[in-house]
């Protein structure tokens, strides 16, 4: 399995290779320029989630001159466990060796933020409600469908040629300017996600040496 870049890494080590003992039976979704793999009634959700996916890596690869082997699983929640590197349903994570594993169907614990928004800063949801409303419901899919693209910065930073400064803010940042959505509609939300409140950080950098912790 190789390295495709050119950082002179050359070939992937152990530590960087995919691990593919979580995609087994899982549906092998579409062609694109990573592994997609999902449970079968989200497959349709998966397709877009990775074609954002996509858009995002020829961003990023010819932003940072780099592009990892990676793999997309796109989850039911009966699929979750045993597969997510974190316990909640909904909640994206990157477990390490290679898998961005995401959610495909709403979760209690994106709806939970509807309510945070309105207790701590009740002027922004009238924002969340513009960007979000659904049948007459605030529907946070949307956002957390980015957070594919905040899971790819983990992979790049892994990998140990990026280096993100403030690096949930960055990788935020990313998911919003590869996806060329209005800041607006994600800000309120990626702040309570992030644990974060400032929106600037300085530009990724290409670091050898760097630890793969998140």
Same mark, same amino acid.
């Given at each position: 399995?190789?390295?495709?870049?050119?950082?002179?890494?050359?070939?992937?080590?152990?530590?960087?290779?995919i691990d593919p003992t979580k995609h087994?039976?899982?549906?092998?979704?579409?062609?694109?320029?990573?592994?997609?793999?999902?449970? *079968? $009634?989200?497959? =349709?959700?998966?397709? $877009?989630?990775?074609? +954002?996916?996509?858009?995002?890596?020829?961003?990023?690869?010819?932003?940072?001159?780099?592009? =990892?082997?990676?793999?997309?699983?796109?989850?039911?929640?009966?699929?979750?466990?045993? %597969?997510?590197?974190?316990?909640?349903?909904?909640? &994206?994570?990157?477990?390490?060796?290679?898998?961005?594993?995401?959610?495909?169907?709403?979760? $209690?614990?994106?709806?939970?933020?509807?309510?945070?928004?309105?207790?701590?800063?009740?002027?922004?949801?009238?924002?969340? *409600?513009?960007?979000?409303?659904? $049948?007459?419901?605030?529907?946070?899919?949307?956002?957390?469908?980015?957070?594919?693209?905040?899971?790819?910065?983990?992979?790049?930073?892994?990998?140990?040629?990026? %280096?993100?400064?403030?690096?949930?803010?960055? *990788?935020?940042?990313?998911?919003?300017?590869?996806? +060329?959505?209005?800041?607006?509609? *994600?800000? &309120?939300?990626? +702040?309570?996600?992030?644990?974060?409140?400032?929106?600037?950080?300085?530009? =990724?950098? %290409?670091?050898?040496?760097? =630890?793969s912790t998140r």
């Open positions: 399995m190789s390295f495709r870049g050119t950082s002179g890494q050359g070939m992937m080590t152990t530590a960087m290779a087994a039976g899982l549906e092998r979704v579409g062609d694109f320029p990573f592994a997609v793999f999902a449970s *079968t $009634d989200v497959v =349709p959700r998966a397709r $877009d989630i990775a074609e +954002r996916g996509a858009r995002a890596l020829r961003f990023l690869g010819s932003a940072l001159d780099v592009e =990892p082997e990676l793999a997309l699983l796109v989850l039911a929640p009966d699929d979750w466990e045993g %597969r997510a590197s974190h316990p909640v349903y909904g909640m &994206p994570n990157y477990d390490g060796a290679g898998n961005l594993v995401v959610a495909g169907a709403p979760s $209690d614990f994106w709806r939970g933020f509807v309510g945070l928004v309105a207790e701590t800063q009740p002027d922004a949801l009238s924002m969340l *409600t513009e960007a979000y409303k659904v $049948d007459g419901e605030i529907d946070l899919s949307p956002f957390f469908d980015l957070l594919a693209i905040h899971e790819m910065g983990h992979r790049l930073h892994q990998v140990g040629v990026v %280096r993100f400064p403030r690096l949930r803010t960055t *990788t935020a940042g990313i998911s919003v300017a590869s996806t +060329r959505l209005p800041s607006a509609c *994600t800000t &309120p939300v990626a +702040r309570w996600y992030s644990g974060v409140s400032g929106t600037g950080s300085a530009s =990724p950098t %290409r670091n050898s040496s760097l =630890p």
